[in-house]
């Protein structure tokens, strides 16, 4: 089966540099991505990595690491709204393909 | 576009009561699934669909039906409803083959007592 392994909290000021991690097991994979959520909010798509290496969009960068099993998800310049929830998820080679399984994710605190 | 709508945002029911709630796309994404969110317990995959007239279990499909008639709706029925299903349901969808970009919808937050 899958799992996926990520701090459940993590808090930082205002304008630093937050790194969340991301462990699994899957026994199919086909990429890792990242997904954030507002309390009371719909989980919304921030990054996808299908290959080794970094992947920069705006503030947030996210990283794979395949033969580690390893990714992270790298929020620079933090802000006051980026407070919130970050999953990774596995997108594995069952359901052709299009299955997420997520992590229990980490909650981001960021204070002033 | 209106994206991945669902009804009703808020259910309360009792123990024995059935009830479906509603997801309807107009993407014209292939894939549709469903999750429910418990706190500490991040998203499970309850069932998906990756066509119409094409459906599969997930993590947790017990006491959960759903079917795809249409490419647009992915209906998910609670047959007989436990307190343990008390949770907030996300439907969400993509189109196949590109399946790493999931549009969630606003989410059901579904009490049962």
């Known amino acids: 089966g899958q799992s996926l392994e990520q701090p459940s909290e993590v808090t930082a000021v205002e304008g630093a540099i937050v790194q969340i991690n991301c462990t699994y097991q899957?026994?199919?994979?086909?990429?890792l991505s990242w997904y954030q959520q507002h309390d009371g909010g719909a989980p919304t798509f921030l990054s996808y990595n299908a290959l080794d290496g970094l992947e920069e969009t705006g503030r947030f960068s996210s990283f794979l690491s395949r033969s580690d099993s390893y990714g992270y998800l790298l929020l620079q310049e933090l802000q006051m709204k980026d407070s919130a929830s970050y999953f990774c998820?596995?997108?594995?080679?069952?359901?052709?393909?299009?299955?997420?399984?997520f992590g229990t994710g980490t909650q981001l605190k960021v204070e002033l | 576009n209106a994206g991945v709508t669902q009804t009703p945002k808020f259910q309360v029911l009792k123990t024995g009561q059935s009830m479906t709630l509603q997801c309807a796309q107009d993407m014209n994404h292939e894939y549709m699934s469903w999750y429910r969110q418990d706190p500490g317990m991040g998203l499970r995959l309850i069932h998906y669909s990756v066509g119409a007239g094409i459906t599969d279990q997930g993590e947790v499909p017990n006491g959960y039906n759903v079917s795809r008639s249409t490419t647009e709706d992915f209906p998910l029925r609670l047959l007989s409803a436990a307190p343990s299903q008390t949770s907030v349901y996300f439907c969400?969808?993509?189109?196949?083959?590109?399946?790493?970009?999931?549009?969630f919808g606003n989410g059901t937050r579904l009490t049962v007592t």
């Open positions: 998820a596995v997108r594995d080679t069952r359901g052709g393909g299009n299955k997420l399984t």
């Open positions: 969400a969808s993509s189109y196949s083959g590109q399946g790493v970009t999931l549009h």
């Open positions: 899957t026994s199919g994979f086909y990429g």
